[in-house]
C-alpha cells in the first residue's frame, strides 16, 4: 500500500458526460501528479500539482482540468467523454518537495488507479 | 524526436537467473532517471533511480547501469524470481517532467 488513495476504483459512463476521478496524496507529500495509461500510449504524465498551484503540464487535453484543494487532495475532470478516454487513471504524489515544487529524487508513490470505461 | 523506449517488449527467464532489462532515451538533457515496477491491477512501484552524474547505482538484488555515451539504461535484477514478474517502465526527468518508456513485461518461469 503506498499510501496514495483514488476514488472511484472503476467507473462507466457514456459519451459526452462528465465524471471526477479523485486523489488523496500520502501524508505529508505536496505534490500530486496525473497519469493516463492506455494500451496504446502507455503511461502518459497530465498535469501536476504543487500545494495547490499548477506546477508542470504534460499531454492534458482541454476537456480535461485539474484541482489540487486545501487540504492537498486532489481532483481530476474529465468531460465531453469520448470513447478513447478509456483507461487508467493514476494518481501519485512525490516526497516532500525541494521548494522549487519538485521533489529533488522525484520518488513518486502512485495510487491503486481509476479505471475508466467510456460506452 | 525524443524518446523513452524499450528494447523488448517481452523477457522470459528461468526463476534464480539474472534478468537484464534495457531502455534506450535520445534526451540528453535528462537528469534523472527511475525504474518502476506495475504488477497486474496495480499502479507502478518504484524501484530505483539514478541520477545523470552516476553511472550505477545498486539497491536491494536490483542495480541500475546509465550510460551517458550511448543513452542507455539497463535494471539488472539478481536471482529474479516469481514475484519480480511484472511490467517494468523506465522513466526520465527533464524540467521536472516525467516522460515513461512503453514497458517490458518479465515473465519468471517456476
Known amino acids: 500500500d503506498s499510501g496514495v488513495t483514488q476514488t472511484p476504483k472503476h467507473l462507466i459512463t457514456a459519451t459526452g458526460q462528465r465524471v471526477t476521478l479523485r486523489c488523496s496524496p500520502r501524508?505529508?507529500?505536496?505534490?500530486v501528479y496525473w497519469y493516463q495509461q492506455s494500451l496504446d500510449q502507455g503511461l502518459q504524465f497530465l498535469i501536476q500539482?504543487?500545494?495547490?498551484?499548477?506546477?508542470a503540464k504534460g499531454n492534458i487535453l482541454e476537456r480535461f482540468s485539474a484541482q489540487q484543494f486545501p487540504d492537498l487532495h486532489s481532483e481530476l475532470n474529465l468531460s465531453s467523454l469520448e470513447l478513447g478516454d478509456s483507461a487508467l487513471y493514476f494518481c501519485a504524489s512525490s516526497d516532500p518537495p525541494d521548494g522549487r515544487g519538485a521533489s529533488s529524487t522525484d520518488t513518486q508513490y502512485f495510487g491503486p488507479g481509476t479505471r475508466l470505461t467510456v460506452l | 524526436g525524443e524518446s523513452v523506449g524499450l528494447h523488448l517488449p517481452t523477457l522470459s527467464v528461468q526463476e534464480g537467473d539474472n534478468s537484464i532489462i534495457n531502455c534506450a532515451y535520445s534526451n540528453s538533457a535528462s537528469d534523472y532517471f527511475i525504474w518502476y515496477k506495475q504488477e497486474s491491477g496495480k499502479g507502478p512501484q518504484f524501484i530505483i533511480d539514478?541520477?545523470?552524474?552516476?553511472d550505477k547505482r545498486q539497491g536491494q538484488r536490483v542495480t541500475v547501469l546509465l550510460n551517458k555515451t550511448v543513452k542507455h539504461l539497463s535494471l539488472q535484477i539478481a536471482a529474479t524470481q516469481p514475484g519480480d514478474s511484472a511490467v517494468y517502465f523506465c522513466?526520465?526527468?527533464?524540467?521536472?517532467?516525467?516522460?515513461f518508456g512503453r514497458g517490458t513485461s518479465l515473465i519468471v518461469h517456476p
Open positions: 522513466a526520465e526527468r527533464r524540467s521536472y517532467i516525467p516522460t
Open positions: 500539482y504543487y500545494n495547490g498551484e499548477e506546477r
Open positions: 539514478i541520477r545523470s552524474n552516476m
Open positions: 501524508s505529508g507529500d505536496l505534490s
